[in-house]
T-cell receptor
Framework: NAGVTQTPKFRILKIGQSMTLQCAQD?????MYWYRQDPGMGLKLIYY???????DKGEVPNGYNVSRSTTEDFPLRLELAAPSQTSVYFC?????????????FGPGTRLTVL | GNSVTQMEGPVTLSEEAFLTINCTYT??????LFWYVQYPGEGLQLLLK?????DKGSNKGFEATYRKETTSFHLEKGSVQVSDSAVYFC????????????FGGGTRLMVKP
């Protein structure tokens, strides 16, 4: 299994540009998550999904959109990039059986908005 | 709401020293508690977890005990190695209030030879 994969690894955007961060998992997990990690800070949840076709906002959803058309994929869309969105973005997934099953994280996408 | 507070870093130790990273939490009821580790340039990995009071999670020589009376989950290791240099995150899970982990700010550990 590849686990959780993310593309791209790095990206530089200009203010106002848009892009999609890709996330895929091959573990047949029900739950998927998008976090952002700002320097020296913990992770903040942007959006999450409990299954295909179902998404919900996390703590910091403004400026982002998500979709979950398949179990495997959970892309994150930035429509009008702003410098405040400069961060490292992590995708994660978990099976969803019980309350304590492990979240598996992808390697992250480092995004800079100039 | 739920919150997790960790000691600020960086923590700098010599190899074979004893490690403690403090973590306290605020949550109603009985959350599950986790330690995640992030090595340079990588995503987070689960290090250990505990799901009820007095449980001890352990892995790779690291331990943490779920203390309900002090709302704490301190991470310890008896003898650190250079390869333990990483950022450590304490986190809690408190369903059914949500489906998300609440993370502390992270503590950077630097181990010198």
């Amino acid at each position: 299994n590849a686990g959780v994969t993310q593309t791209p690894k790095f990206r530089i955007l200009k203010i106002g540009q848009s892009m999609t961060l890709q996330c895929a998992q091959d573990m047949n997990h029900n739950y998927m998550y998008w976090y952002r990690q700002d320097p020296g800070m913990g992770l903040k949840l942007i959006y999450y999904s409990v299954g295909a076709g179902i998404t919900d906002k996390g703590e910091v959803p403004n400026g982002y959109n998500v979709s979950r058309s398949t179990t495997e994929d959970f892309p994150l869309r930035l429509e009008l990039a702003a410098p405040s969105q400069t961060s490292v973005y992590f995708c994660a997934s978990r099976l969803g059986q019980g309350n304590t099953d492990t979240q598996y994280f992808g390697p992250g996408t480092r995004l800079t908005v100039l | 709401g739920n919150s997790v507070t960790q000691m600020e870093g960086p923590v700098t130790l010599s190899e074979e020293a004893f490690l403690t990273i403090n973590c306290t939490y605020t949550a109603t009821g009985y959350p599950s508690l986790f330690w995640y580790v992030q090595y340079p340039g990588e995503g987070l990995q689960l290090l250990l977890k505990a799901t009820k009071a007095d449980d001890k999670g352990s892995n790779k020589g690291f331990e943490a005990t779920y203390r309900k009376e002090t709302t704490s989950f301190h991470l310890e290791k008896g003898s650190v190695q250079v390869s333990d240099s990483a950022v450590y995150f304490c986190a809690l899970w408190r369903p059914p209030q949500g489906n998300m982990l609440t993370f502390g700010g992270g503590t950077r550990l630097m181990v010198k030879p």
